[in-house]
């Protein structure tokens, strides 16, 4: 069984910068792809970013290029998403998933493992 945490979530202005945590336990975490995923009231949770094992490739959505990176620690066993440049439509609860698989996954039933999510709140 694999447990997901996650943490650093948090009230921002526009413009601004957060580093979301997903701490991963359970298994050795480099045989998983990871993905970030946000969910805005009311909205369906939408893919942000992945990691592929071992880290080897990233995907990210259009509306986060440029501005969000996700990265891996494996002797930590946690992935992380910095976000900069923050915008009030970013506004939406952050869940971390995993699924053992070599390549990065962008739908949520792809994915076997979830965090319980983190707020993210962006003010203008």
């Known amino acids: 069984q694999v447990q997901l945490v996650e943490s650093g979530g948090g009230l921002v202005q526009a413009g601004g910068s957060l580093r979301l945590s997903c701490e991963v336990s359970?298994?050795?975490?480099?045989?998983?792809?990871m993905g970030w995923f946000q969910q805005a009231p009311g909205k369906k949770r939408e893919f942000v970013a992945g990691?592929?094992?071992?880290?080897?490739?990233?995907l990210y959505a259009d509306s986060v290029k440029g501005r969000f990176t996700i990265s891996g620690d494996n002797a930590k066993g946690t992935v992380y998403l910095q976000m900069n440049n923050l915008k009030p439509e970013d506004t939406a609860v952050y869940y971390c998933?995993?699924?053992?698989?070599?390549?990065?996954?962008?739908?949520?039933?792809?994915?076997?493992?979830w965090g319980q999510g983190t707020q993210v709140t962006v003010s203008s």
């Open positions: 998933a995993a699924r053992f698989a070599a390549f990065v996954l962008t739908i949520p039933t792809e994915y076997d493992y």
């Open positions: 359970g298994r050795t975490f480099s045989g998983y792809t």
């Open positions: 990691i592929s094992r071992g880290g080897g490739s990233t």
